[in-house]
């Protein structure tokens, strides 16, 4: 290959993986509902609780961070659509009497890899083991199905989701009862 088809052929392959990487945000944009990640947007309650924890997390040396906290009903529908969750209504939806955004759920992962990199497994193992005692446990206590990237296979589907450890179903939660007090 000469220099101004080597030139043509690095260019147009920078092309094509801004175009697909464009394609794919521009898909996961239009999935419908809206989906935070904002603090803000999580039950004081609940945020005080996954801040211990992530803190147990940080000091442990995992450099924990939040992917996601509130979301919308129609977000969740349409996750449910995908097969990536299994439930019509989640803790995730939760609002306040007054429509105020009170998430009961936050998910998490370590920074350094993505949510479902096989290195992760050690995090979200210290995630659910940490949890309990701040009141909360994880998807990775779920028995329905394993999360497949997981080496020892030891961990539930969904192991970077964080909720209440409590007797408040989800149902209840959309019905305004809450574990804690403000
Ligand atoms: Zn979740």
């Known amino acids: 290959m000469g220099p101004a088809l080597l030139v043509f052929g690095v260019v147009g392959v920078g092309l094509v993986v801004a175009a697909s990487s464009r394609r794919r945000s521009t898909s996961a944009g ?10 803000g947007d999580l039950y004081g309650p609940f945020r005080e609780r996954l801040d211990r924890l992530l803190g147990d997390l940080h000091a442990a040396g995992f450099k924990p961070r939040i992917r996601a906290t509130w979301r919308s009903p129609e977000r969740q529908a349409a996750y449910k659509a995908s097969g990536w969750s299994k439930v019509d209504r989640s803790f995730h939806e939760v ?53 497949p990237n997981d080496p020892a296979k030891a961990l539930g589907w969904d192991p970077g989701h964080v909720e209440p450890d409590s007797n408040v179903s989800i149902d209840e939660a959309h019905d305004g009862e809450r574990p804690w007090t403000l």
């Open 30 to 39: 239009k999935l419908p509902g809206v989906e935070s990640k904002a603090p």
């Open 95 to 147: 609002t306040g009497p007054d429509g105020a955004r009170e998430s009961l759920a936050a998910d998490v992962y370590d920074a350094r890899w993505g949510p479902d990199d096989p290195r992760q497994a050690p995090f979200y193992r210290a995630l659910l083991s940490r949890s309990g005692a701040h009141g909360l446990t994880t998807g990775g206590a779920w028995t329905s199905a394993k999360w």
